[in-house]
């Protein structure tokens, strides 16, 4: 099946470690996305790729950092993790932008990030 | 004020009720809307895709979409302990590329 894959599922880090995460997908769409989720709250988008165009939100933090080294995989690289940044990290992907029907984005499991 | 408002919950309901889960916005600009389904320690799974007003009926959840009102809707009928998870709903501007959630409503179907 065509999916959206993410390791770890969880990862632990200590305060100042740098961490990266991984996404993987198999639907050949051309957008990736990392979102920030924490716990009882919305996802937040922090960036995306539209192939190899990173485009980042105004309000992430520079310690957020991305590589997209080819269509199939994204890494999220975290400089210097802080107690803050606890939370689940999600890929999404979608064949394009837009918001239309073909547009639509598809979520990873996420990975739950503990900083200690 | 927040760009979409969605009561948080918990919700919970016997097995078989009907549930309704709300979203209000208040961006005239979204087209798209979406309902994501989302497990403990899951990703979030789309459930119903929608973009313009009406229902659209997938088995037994039926998305409704007010433009007029700002408002969206997801019903689900014979509602199951499977069902019980975090209801997501997310909407983008015509041309957009960024979802804007709401907060989710946790949902909890008892037997």
């Known amino acids: 099946d065509a999916m959206v894959i993410q390791n770890p599922r969880y990862q632990v880090t200590q305060f100042g470690k740098p961490v990266t995460l991984s996404c993987s997908q198999t639907?050949?769409?051309?957008?990736m996305y990392w979102y920030q989720q924490k716990s009882s709250q919305a996802p937040k988008l922090l960036f995306h790729y539209y192939d190899k165009d990173f485009n980042n939100e105004a309000d992430t933090p520079d310690n957020f950092q991305s590589r997209r080294p080819n269509t199939s995989f994204c890494f999220l690289d975290i400089r210097s993790p802080g107690l803050g940044d606890a939370a689940m990290y999600l890929c999404?992907?979608?064949?394009?932008?837009?918001?239309?029907?073909?547009?639509?984005?598809?979520f990873g499991p996420g990975t739950r990030l503990t900083v200690l | 004020q927040k760009e979409v408002e969605q009561d948080p919950g918990p919700l919970s309901v016997p097995e078989g009720a009907i549930v309704s889960l709300n979203c209000t916005y208040s961006n005239s600009a979204f087209q798209y809307f979406m309902w994501y389904r989302q497990y403990s320690r899951k990703g979030p799974e789309l459930l119903m895709y929608t973009y313009s007003s009406g229902n659209k009926e997938d088995g037994r959840f039926t998305a409704q979409v007010d433009k007029s009102s700002k408002y969206i809707s997801l019903f689900i009928r014979d509602s199951q302990p499977s069902d019980s998870a975090t209801y997501l709903c997310a909407m983008i501007t015509g041309g957009g590329n960024k979802l804007t959630f709401g907060t989710g409503t946790q949902l909890k179907v008892e037997l």
């Open positions: 639907l050949n769409h051309n957008v």
């Open positions: 999404a992907t979608s064949g394009s932008i837009g918001g239309g029907p073909g547009d639509t984005q598809y």
